[in-house]
């Protein structure tokens, strides 16, 4: 469960300005701020079902987006080699380090 | 017009996907293959009229998804930094290039 909510927060850091403003401000008050369905419905003055059919809409989008753009894919791959890179060049720095630094900025070109 | 046209090729590598399967088609016959409108209307049997307004609807898209997502921009800043990256660790590897790298990794990171 909590993977799925870091999942779904992801993609909406990515590919919220996509959404409308009541889709981002459902997601909100759900993922980050963990409001249940029926709190959101009493704050927002809707029923839990429309606040219920806007969650599924909006996470069905940002899947849609994923599958299109793959921004979070790329995200996770990029990220894991700039933290090795980081790793490496915080050590102890020798040619061996310092090749595979290099291999490292070539593939995050690559990745851009 | 140059500049206009490798803006739109890069527009298009990031948020080509989210278009119709028929803007894309327009936009790689005018964009990539260098075709008039008058030649992309008889290839496809539509009116130039239509290329025309398909062509313009397709580039407000992809700058409007520009606009919110703004990963051009991105490409354009990170793309800088891995290049002084790789430059650094060509070159001759010394404490200073180091903690510059050790810097632009961490800049990377944010930039993600």
């Not at 909006?58 to 793959?70: C, D, I, M, V």
């Amino acid at each position: 469960m909590l993977e799925k909510i870091s999942h779904i927060i992801l993609l909406k850091d990515f590919y919220g300005p996509l959404l409308t403003e009541k889709q981002q401000n459902v997601l909100n008050l759900h993922y980050e701020d963990d409001l249940s369905f029926t709190e959101i419905a009493d704050e927002m003055n809707i029923s839990r079902q429309a606040v219920y059919d806007t969650v599924k809409k909006a996470e069905s989008l940002l899947e849609q987006y994923e599958q299109k753009l793959g921004l979070v894919q790329r995200f996770r791959i990029m990220d894991g080699r700039i933290n090795e890179l980081s790793s490496l060049l915080e050590g102890e720095v020798d040619q061996q380090a310092i090749s595979q630094a290099v291999e490292i900025s070539r593939e995050l070109s690559r990745l851009l």
